[in-house]
Nanobody, 118 residues
């Protein structure tokens, strides 16, 4: 059974940083992993992903500020978020596709709240 558990959310001032973690059980993080966010009243969007081949994707709005990485030995992957903006407040979710390619994200966690104060 796949279980993904996010942590690391919290409240931060604008321009601050947070590092989100996603601990995986039953899911190999050698597969594609990704991070999504959902702001209040908006659709969920993919923020970053990392294929099993090592290719990364970042939403245009976070390029240069967010970094996705993983620690295979810990079954954990991360999202380092720098220079956070108030409009990036929302629930952040980690996910996986079950394959090396990042297509349909079939697996996901319960989310962690990020609040960025102006």
């Amino acid at each position: 059974q796949v279980r993904l558990v996010e942590s690391g959310g919290g409240s931060v001032q604008a321009a601050g940083s947070l590092r989100l973690s996603c601990v995986s059980s039953g899911y190999s993080i050698r597969n594609c992993v990704g991070w999504f966010r959902q702001a209040p009243g908006k659709e969920r969007e993919r923020v970053a992903s990392l294929t099993g081949y090592g290719d990364t994707y970042y939403a245009d709005s976070v390029k240069g500020r967010f970094t996705i990485s993983k620690a295979d030995g810990k079954n954990t992957f991360y999202l380092q978020m720098n220079s956070l903006k108030p409009e990036e407040t929302g629930m952040y979710y980690c996910g996986g596709t079950g394959s090396w390619a990042c297509g349909n994200f079939s697996y996901g966690g319960q989310g962690t709240q990020v609040t960025v104060a102006a």
